[in-house]
């Protein structure tokens, strides 16, 4: 089986659904000639034309409102905003038609979209090539939020997406998109090679939407998280020497509550770890959806480790970001109770 | 250099404020016949003119003259005037209903029903429109059923958006009308994202949008254009200037130092600016737009001239803010009286015909809100059931979503 980081992976998916069905398109800024900024759609232009693989004008709302209006006409567009801070713009574009089409026309008219965007930090991309705006899409009825956290997940949730009738919001972790990063940004960078997950199948297989992942058993402690922070929570549980059952939830909405309730019912402890700011941050809704399905099974309040609720700072990434230490701690505290 | 006086900052106005004697001296009229018509392939920059002059078919006396003359026949005429009145209609039954509490909100077109209905003749009822509010003569003129319309006003039980939107947001598939956004301008660019998959599908239809001359301000105005002319999308992007963006006139929007149509220019559109109560020239202008994209030469603007006539909704009230005789004063009169003008100068009309036509639409839309408040109106119901408000929001309905049909308890 090929071997493939996170980059090949997700243009193998966008290949592969290009080669089966006529109707996915892919464009965004600098997506066409020169395969975009991290090299995602690399050659699909010169493999699908210049009609289904292309460069857009610097205009997120843009590109949003083209996809929906493709979307109408009946094909499958897959646009990248370049990052997910830039986002922004195509605010309107995304709440008031792409969630609310197929709601506001009973049906009639659909969306089905899918909008790749790099995010999260530790690439000293600053306040503004850092962000994790995922709850925000997760607030938005209609939309459906996925992030993976490995190639192999990457390809196949992708796919899903490409395949869903809905509009899916797709966020990529871009540190990790060459290696599964833990959080030790001092240490050499560890390429995807040598990660299970880089094991990819070169055809068409699909991860459902809607499935959590058990990246770690264990019995102490429940672990919920996504993207970067799979690989830091796993560092961080083997340095705070906890028996934690690590979560990779994968899709948040829509989300696999039964996973959750399973793993913390057996465990009865539950810490969330996200790389996004904390307030009204998707820890939030994961702690409510904890406390209201497993309160009687809960034996210590329920801990966040999070990303800082201030903007990304530059220079002192490393201090922001919510790394193995911070993990380390914070399932001591979930523990000490 | 120093300032020779403190600076100051420019708000425009209207003319005239409730109370002042209205002027539209600012609205240069040219001579009907008088604006040339360019081969579609023209480039751009060679009929830059066209934005800010007014093409114009019908003069005050309703006769048909050059270029513009799309030269169709009576029986088209007649047709074209029997939909724009079938939409006054429509609009004055409408509005009682809401004013007799049955509904929640009403938005009429009286005096821009040239704009939907002309425009939708000269379409093909294959392609696919963009519109805004306010273009119900557009749904109208593609045969679409007052019944489905009124249904949805009335938010009853045969609804087909199920009691989701407000009254005037039509929607329908079959007729290849686009949702209406409540919120401004994001379909216009949706318009040109359907037009740029129509042209990477080799398909044969075009896609047309409308805007109003206020939302031209919003950004999504400058994507479309942006995008439209970037991939040269076989669409028809037309900004409706009715003067008013509810009690807000035009100049707030830029149209003080320039016209909308000239907006086109900067990205390397052609534009027409158009007499938009004049039936003829509104139909030959979209033809000619319409032709152009269809032959891949490109998309093209269109800005149509006309005044809105009545509230900007039932929720309005514009003796708030323009004076009343200002209606009566608009110089380019009313669409439906000028066509029915022309038909009489043809000899194919007459007030007596017109006055009948009149009453026998009045009647056929009356029988039409008997039936649909027969299936319920907004104020004393029966509406679809709460239960289906949890229904599309995705296309399988998630666990969270069954959980809280589960707690509204249907």
């Not at chain 1, 995010?119 to 503004?128: A, E, K, R």
């Not at chain 2, 409706?240 to 016209?259: H, L, P």
């Not at chain 2, 056929?364 to 027969?374: C, H």
Request: charge should be negative; hydrophobic fraction near 40%.
């Amino acid at each position: 089986m090929p071997r493939m980081n996170m980059v090949q992976a997700l243009n193998s998916a966008m290949d592969v659904m290009m080669a089966r069905d006529e109707n996915v398109v892919v464009f965004g800024e600098d997506v066409g000639y020169f395969g975009g900024v991290f090299r995602c759609t690399e050659g699909l232009q010169k493999k699908y034309g210049r009609d289904r693989a292309f460069d857009t004008p610097i205009a997120e709302s843009g590109i949003l409102a083209a996809a929906i209006g493709m979307g109408v006409y009946g094909l499958r567009p897959v646009v990248e905003i370049q990052f997910a801070d830039y986002i922004y713009p195509a605010t309107d574009q995304l709440v008031s038609t792409a969630a609310r089409l197929r709601y506001r026309s009973a049906g009639a008219f659909t969306a089905p979209i899918t909008v790749r965007s790099p995010c999260g930090g530790g690439i000293f991309g600053g306040q503004t090539h850092s962000q994790s705006p995922e709850a925000i899409f997760t607030h938005v009825c209609g939309l459906k939020t996925v992030i993976p956290s490995n190639p192999y997940d990457a390809k196949g949730l992708l796919i899903s997406a490409i395949e869903d009738d809905d509009p899916v919001i797709f966020l990529e972790p871009k540190r990790i998109y060459n290696g599964p990063f833990d959080g030790h940004h001092d240490r050499p960078v560890i390429p995807w090679s040598e990660h299970p997950a880089s094991e990819v199948p070169a055809g068409h297989y699909t991860v459902s939407l809607g499935q959590a992942a058990c990246v770690r058993p264990g019995a102490e402690v429940t672990v919920l998280t996504y993207g970067t922070m799979v690989h830091v929570a796993l560092a961080g549980a083997e340095e705070a020497g906890v028996d934690a059952e690590i979560l990779d939830l994968r899709t948040l909405i829509p989300l696999d509550i039964e996973t959750i309730v399973a793993s913390v019912g057996k465990t009865g402890r539950c810490l969330i770890v996200h790389e996004a700011t904390r307030t009204s941050g998707f820890g939030a809704e994961l702690a409510a959806l904890v406390q209201e399905h497993c309160f009687y099974a809960l034996e210590a309040p329920i801990v966040r480790i999070t990303g800082w609720d201030t903007p990304y700072p530059h220079a002192l990434e490393w201090d922001y970001f919510p790394g193995p230490r911070r993990v380390a701690e914070g399932l001591k505290r979930v523990m000490a109770d | 250099m120093k300032n020779a006086a403190p600076l100051e900052l420019h708000v425009p106005e209207p003319p005239a404020r409730p109370g002042e004697v209205p002027d539209f001296g600012w609205l240069k009229i040219p001579p009907a016949g008088s604006v040339a018509r360019p081969d579609i392939a023209t480039p751009p920059n060679e009929m830059r003119g066209h934005a800010y002059t007014l093409i114009r078919v019908l003069d005050e006396q309703g006769a048909a003259s050059g270029p513009w003359d799309p030269k169709l026949d009576a029986e088209t005429l007649r047709r074209g005037l029997r939909t724009m009145m079938l939409t006054r209609a429509y609009d004055e039954r409408m509005f009682r209903a809401q004013r007799q509490g049955k509904t929640s909100f009403y938005m009429r077109c009286t005096g821009e029903e040239a704009i939907g209905v002309a425009q939708a003749m000269a379409l093909d009822d294959r392609d696919m429109v963009f519109p805004t509010y306010r273009l119900q003569g557009l749904l109208i003129a593609r045969g679409w059923p007052l019944i489905e319309m009124m249904n949805q006003v009335f938010s009853n039980t045969r609804d087909r958006l199920k009691g989701r939107q407000m009254p005037v947001l039509y929607a329908s598939k079959e007729a290849r009308f686009f949702s209406i956004a409540g919120n401004l301008a994001t379909h216009l660019p949706e318009a040109v994202g359907w037009a740029m998959a129509s042209a990477i599908k080799h398909d044969d239809r075009i896609a047309a949008s409308w805007i109003g001359e206020g939302s031209t301000a919003e950004g999504d105005f400058h994507h479309a254009l942006t995008f439209a002319s970037v991939y040269r999308v076989p669409v028809v992007l037309n900004i409706v200037n009715n003067q008013y963006a509810i009690s807000t006139f035009q100049r707030i929007a830029g149209g003080e130092e320039s016209t909308f149509a000239a907006r086109a220019l900067g990205y390397g559109l052609p534009a027409l600016r158009v007499d938009g109560n004049d039936f003829l020239a509104v139909y030959a202008a979209t033809r000619w737009a319409a032709d152009r994209a269809r032959t891949n030469v490109g998309p093209t603007v269109i800005e149509l001239v006309t005044y809105r006539a009545s509230a900007h909704s039932t929720s309005d009230d514009p003796s708030k803010y323009r004076s009343a005789e200002e209606p009566g004063r608009w110089p380019l009169g009313d669409p439906i009286a000028r066509l029915s003008g022309h038909l009489a100068r043809l000899g194919e009309w007459s007030e007596e015909r017109q006055a009948r036509l009149a009453s026998e639409l009045d009647s056929e839309v009356l029988a039409i809100q008997r039936e649909a408040e027969s299936y319920g109106t907004l104020a004393s119901g029966p509406h679809h059931r709460p239960a289906t408000m949890f229904e599309d929001v995705f296309k399988e309905m998630p666990w969270h979503l069954r959980r809280q049909r589960e707690e509204m308890g249907s």
